[in-house]
Nanobody, 125 residues
Framework: QVQLVESGGGLVQAGGSLRLSCAAS????????MGWFRQAPGKEREFVAA????????YYVDSVKGRFTISRDNAKRTVYLQMNSLKPEDTAVYYC??????????????????WGQGTQVTVSS
């Protein structure tokens, strides 16, 4: 059984920064890509960023490019999302997830099989 535990959310003013962490347990962390998704009230869950199993490749939704950075530490079994220049429209519950298949990077919600409980990020204007 895979467990993902997010931390690092909170309330921040527009222009500020937050760093989310997601600690994983339960299977070979270094064999699976990881992703961050977010869901705002009344909206669908959307892809934010993904990182390959080795960390050599990263992918972002256009709205966060240049502001967010995804990274991972396989020795610590942890993936991070550094969020800078935050905007009110970034307000959402942020989830980390792991892909269902090893050595595959994906952007779709259905491509991920284990999810964390979510952490709230609120950006005030």
């Amino acid at each position: 059984q895979v467990q993902l535990v997010e931390s690092g959310g909170g309330l921040v003013q527009a222009g500020g920064s937050l760093r989310l962490s997601c600690a994983a347990s339960g299977r070979t962390f270094s064999s699976y890509a990881m992703g961050w998704f977010r869901q705002a009230p009344g909206k669908e869950r959307e892809f934010v960023a993904a990182i390959s199993w080795s960390g050599s490749s990263t992918y972002y939704v256009d709205s966060v490019k240049g502001r967010f950075t995804i990274s991972r530490d396989n020795a610590k079994r942890t993936v991070y999302l550094q969020m800078n220049s935050l905007k009110p429209e970034d307000t959402a519950v942020y989830y980390c997830a792991t892909t269902a298949l090893p050595r595959v990077v994906a952007r779709g919600v259905t491509d991920y099989d284990y999810w964390g409980q979510g952490t709230q990020v609120t950006v005030s204007s």
